[in-house]
């Protein structure tokens, strides 16, 4: 029954309006106790497949920015040289499903699958560890403009304060695409909920990590998953939701596997805060679009 209203309504185009970003229609509430999303939950979650040697395959998701961008970690669409900056791989080699739960699947009415024209990753973006990266950031730009939906939507960048002592405490949702804790690839959009701590736990875990950076505290933030929910590899996007609008805060950096590769859901995850690169973010954004006029 509720899937024929949500498919009823694809047909209504929403207002593009950069105030609009952020919103998640109310027709449904989150799956309480589960893990998969519906179609209009996060609408601005985006699958990122890439091809390597001939082959497409899954490389995590991105969030919507704008109807043209999105935003990415960095190493889902770059390379890394010989002096480990992350460079942009070709835009060809980089495909974006939109309005769709499962990875490939373009039976669901209102996905797209669009090409790409551009990748800019962050002109400080470095590999400094093999499991750490900072200013991962990248932002894809879609071939096309799209049209924002109930099932695609952007969400907002962070607007407010920069301290990252006051999202201590706080709930927060990551969304991906990629493991399940048990290991298994699931390929189908879902989310799980996370509390954000103090970093004095990620400073222990990762301390070989972060060992390579030297400004750990403003750049990181740590969180752990709840009820034994939590993110693996490829889920990478942390979102918060303030008042009535969500919004993106933090990219996955690194969280601690098994030994037979599973990850580790109550250890807590380390998320490289976006906050410090936002203006290089809407500039990028603001640039490309003079770009098109
Ligand atoms: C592509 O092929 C090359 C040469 O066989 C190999 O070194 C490389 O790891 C492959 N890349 C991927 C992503 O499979
Ligand atoms: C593509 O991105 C580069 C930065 O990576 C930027 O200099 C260039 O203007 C962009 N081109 C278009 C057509 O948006
Ligand atoms: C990259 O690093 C340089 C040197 O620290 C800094 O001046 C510049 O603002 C950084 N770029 C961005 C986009 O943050
Ligand atoms: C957006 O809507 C316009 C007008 O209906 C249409 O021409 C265009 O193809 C749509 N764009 C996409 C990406 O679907
Ligand atoms: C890995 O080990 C954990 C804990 O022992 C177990 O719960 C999980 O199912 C295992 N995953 C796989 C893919 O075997
Ligand atoms: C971080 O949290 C732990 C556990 O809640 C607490 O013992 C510790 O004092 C906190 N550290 C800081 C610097 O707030
Ligand atoms: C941290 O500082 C050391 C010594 O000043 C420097 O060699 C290293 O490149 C720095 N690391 C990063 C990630 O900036």
Redesign the pocket.
């Known amino acids: 029954m509720l899937k024929i209203i949500f498919i009823i309504s694809i047909f209504k185009i929403v207002s593009a309006s950069a105030s609009s970003c952020g919103i998640m229609s109310q027709s449904s509430s989150l799956i309480v106790n589960g893990e998969f999303s519906w179609q209009n939950e996060f609408p601005w979650m985006t699958i990122i497949s890439r091809k390597d040697n001939g082959t497409w395959s899954h490389h995590g998701s991105g969030s919507l920015i704008s109807a043209k961008h999105i935003i990415a970690h960095a190493l889902a669409v770059s390379y890394v040289d010989l002096s480990s900056q992350l460079l942009p791989i070709s835009p060809k080699r980089v495909k974006i499903y939109l309005g769709s739960v499962k990875y490939g699947d373009m039976r669901e009415q209102g996905s797209l699958h669009m090409t790409v024209s551009n990748i800019t990753i962050h002109p400080n973006a470095t590999k400094v560890s093999n499991s750490l990266s900072v200013n991962k950031f990248a932002i894809i730009k879609l071939s096309n403009a799209v049209n924002f939906t109930e099932f695609i939507r952007p969400v907002c960048l962070w607007t407010f304060s920069h301290n990252m002592e006051e999202i201590i405490g706080r709930d927060a949702y990551i969304v991906g695409y990629g493991v399940n804790f ?3 690839e699931t390929l189908t959009r879902k989310y799980a909920r996370m509390t954000v701590t103090n970093s004095s736990a990620c400073e222990q875990i990762y301390s070989n990590e972060l060992k390579f950076e030297n400004s750990t505290s403003s750049r990181f933030f740590c969180a752990i998953g709840k009820n034994n929910e939590g993110p693996c590899k490829k889920d990478n996007q942390l979102f918060f939701k303030v008042g009535n609008s969500w919004h993106l805060r933090g990219i996955l950096s690194t969280v601690v596997y ?1 030994e ?3 990850c580790h859901v109550k250890k807590p995850v380390l998320f490289e805060d976006i906050v410090g690169s936002v203006k290089w973010i809407e500039s990028v954004v603001k640039d490309e679009e003079n770009v098109d006029v």
């Open positions: 048990k290991g298994r098994l037979n590769g599973s």
